[in-house]
Antibody, heavy 121, light 111 residues
């Protein structure tokens, strides 16, 4: 079955850096666009970034552009999110998510359980 | 890119039908049939309920249906059940540089 398992969350000071990982299994990772989505405590979902199946295209939310970088290692079936210049408002649960099958593929059909990032001094 | 607009809360009694709206612009909801809907229970990851405006993934109850008119998409839950109490989010592809956007979220309460 499809599984996505995030890791790397924790507490970091403002201005610091953190790298999140997402290990996937149960599907052919190299054939799928994959996303990061976050949710601040008590708030709604916010789309963060997506990388195309071949790594050639990357898109970012305005709120993280220039600070976050998404990447993938298909040999390790792993998605990454490098987060730099972290701010208080980046505090959230970060989910990795798989592009959906069927139709336009412009949806998400599987999610990880999330990893909590807390930016605090 | 601003979040799509949803009502903060919607409520209904068991067995009733409710509809959640999701309003965007011609650059997102109105421009493409790429709206999806997600259900999220507290402390859980979201779950796909509808994709491409009105398509239901296998395993999702047919009590859930989606539609779109102009710049507004809608999710209807018929025969409301206690287990439907959750937060619901719409999501759309957008022609802006950011590519995707979520709605503000709607808390559904079963009275």
């Amino acid at each position: 079955q499809v599984q996505l398992v995030e890791s790397g969350g924790g507490v970091v000071q403002p201005g610091g850096s953190l790298r999140l990982s997402c290990a996937v299994s149960g599907f052919t990772f190299s054939r799928y666009d994959t996303h990061w989505v976050r949710q601040a405590p008590g708030k709604g979902l916010e789309w963060v970034t997506v990388i195309s199946y071949d790594g050639s295209s990357k898109y970012y939310a305005d709120s993280v552009k220039g600070r976050f970088a998404i990447s993938r290692d298909d040999s390790k079936n792993t998605l990454y999110l490098q987060m730099n210049s972290l701010r208080d408002e980046d505090t959230a649960v970060y989910y990795c998510a798989k592009r959906g099958d069927g139709g336009s593929h412009r949806h998400i059909d599987h999610w990880g359980q999330g990893t909590l990032v807390t930016v605090s001094s | 890119q601003s979040a799509l607009t949803q009502p903060a809360s919607v409520s209904g009694s068991p067995g009733q039908s409710i509809t959640i709206s999701c309003t965007g612009t011609s650059s997102d909801v109105g421009g493409y049939n790429y709206v999806s809907w997600y259900q999220q229970h507290p402390g859980k990851a979201p779950k796909l309920m509808i994709y491409d405006v009105s398509n239901r993934p296998s395993g999702v109850s047919n009590r859930f249906s989606g539609s779109k008119s102009g710049n507004t998409a809608s999710l209807t839950i018929s025969g409301l059940q206690a287990e439907d109490e959750a937060d619901y989010y719409c999501y759309s592809y957008t022609s802006s540089s950011t590519l995707y956007v979520f709605g503000t979220g709607t808390k559904v309460t079963v009275l």
